[in-house]
């Protein structure tokens, strides 16, 4: 019998390459820096529990933020899991306030054990997007100005990576990612006649940004065990600095004229992370994560020192109101959490926004499988640091679904 697994991961792979071909997650001006806004990488848990993940061991989903969680997973379990996002935005500056409805691809991984020492995951991410259209007019005494300002792409990562188990409660794993994308951003400005309104002169910058090159992750897990109801997992992570593999090109003038190339003038930063989760029965987890990229140091069309440093704070916690029971809200996974984070954007030699976030969420189980269907709701506000940024809102709801299936059993015929 061809199962409903088969058939159901068939339609998700069709749905979610659509919605890879078609990604545009955003229409916030802050994505003009940088390589735009950096996407949230966490997986239906995560996402419910503010983030935390460094810390997480749960053989029942995966958690591509810390490879040495991989090794969670038990010999027969093969997981697939997938994600999308919806949000709706509102931007203002204190005058004007504008509103956008986005939806979004999150993830696509699967995660299964190679042997009683290794595991592994694959899967696709996206590592950063870009997707802005906005513009201004100003009147003078004889003619008018008008700026107008567009942006569109993103980074993307195809990931493989294996957690290798030490010894019981060490773990150690690395990803292994190929980066790539285009990035494209231009600007305009027209001049008017005041009288005619016919166009007097008329400029355009644009500059475009291919990627394509490797990218190295490390984690490492150690978890200790005080009795038979309490343990804690100590997480670390961290990623390689260095150059990417791309190209850019700046045009400019009435006759959009090649004005610079720049061949591998760009940099990812070195980027640490430690993270910590308290289980308590295997019902109760409490997690608190804290990570750091250093962005300055990283080279961004050839320079230094144009993008901030980052830093994110998560808290988070999760509870299953009972193992046993048959009561289906029983088995609910009940999530709760919050971050603080910088963004790495640049304004006038100054971090452009903070950005906080709240969430909240449920691990539903899928009938009487292991399977669950993650359900997150979250609130996010960008606060401007850099004067003239737009203050930002955003509502999210994040849906996952994860199969958890015995697929490696075998059947005995008698």
């Known amino acids: 019998m061809v199962g409903y697994k088969q058939v159901i991961c068939g339609l998700l792979l069709t749905t979610f390459s659509g919605l890879i071909e078609a990604q545009n997650n955003t229409n916030s001006p802050y994505t ?56 709706n935005t509102n931007f203002g500056d204190g005058n004007t306030k504008m509103n956008a409805k986005n939806s979004s691809f999150d993830y696509i991984a699967m995660q299964f054990r190679l042997n009683k020492h290794f ?5 696709f991410l996206p590592f950063s997007n870009v997707g802005y259209n906005f513009g201004a007019s100003e009147t003078k005494a004889d ?17 493989a990576g294996v957690g290798y188990k030490i010894v019981e409660n060490f ?31 008329s400029t355009t910058k644009i500059e475009e940004m291919s990627v394509h090159n490797y990218k190295l992750d490390f984690g490492a897990q150690y978890t200790q065990y005080f ?15 260095h150059s990417l593999n791309s190209d850019a090109y700046k045009y400019t ?42 962005w300055s140091k ?35 996974k009940y ?33 009487s499988s292991k399977s669950l269907l993650s359900i997150t709701g979250q609130y996010v506000k960008i606060t401007p640091i850099a004067k003239g940024m737009l203050d930002e809102n955003y509502l999210k709801l994040s849906i996952g679904l994860t199969f958890n299936e015995r697929w490696f059993m075998k059947w005995k015929v008698e």
Do not use: C, W
Request: hydrophobic share 30%; glycine share 12%.
């Open 32 to 87: 003009r820096y940088g390589f735009g806004v950096l996407s949230d990488q966490s997986f239906g848990n995560s996402k419910g529990m503010g983030g935390v993940s460094l810390g997480l061991r749960d053989g029942s989903q995966i958690n591509v933020s810390n490879p040495a969680s991989y090794t969670a997973i038990d010999s027969l379990t093969f997981l697939f899991e997938g994600g999308i996002t919806l949000q």
């Open 119 to 123: 595991a592994m995951s694959a899967g």
């Open 143 to 159: 003619y008018t100005e008008y700026n107008s300002f567009t942006g569109e792409g993103g980074l993307n990562q195809i990931f």
């Open 171 to 201: 773990s150690i794993g690395a990803n292994v990612s190929y980066l790539f994308g285009d990035i494209k951003h231009q600007s305009k400005t027209s001049f008017s006649d005041g009288t005619t309104n016919s166009t007097i002169n």
């Open 227 to 241: 009795n038979e109801k309490h343990s804690a997992t100590l997480g670390v992570v961290y990623s390689l600095k």
């Open 253 to 294: 003038g009435s006759t959009v004229t090649r004005i610079d190339t720049i061949s591998n003038g760009f940099e990812l930063p070195h980027l640490f992370g430690i993270g910590i989760t308290y289980m308590y029965d295997k019902r109760l987890t409490v997690g608190f994560d804290y990570s750091f990229q250093k």
């Open 298 to 332: 990283a080279r961004f069309y050839d320079t230094y020192n144009n993008l901030s440093d980052r830093s994110k704070y998560s808290i988070g916690a999760e509870y299953i109101p009972s193992l046993t029971n048959r009561n289906y809200f029983s088995r609910v």
């Open 335 to 367: 999530r709760v959490g919050g971050y603080y984070s910088d963004t790495y954007a640049k304004i006038n030699g100054q971090n452009a926004a903070r950005e906080y976030g709240i969430s909240f969420g449920f691990g539903l189980p899928v009938f």
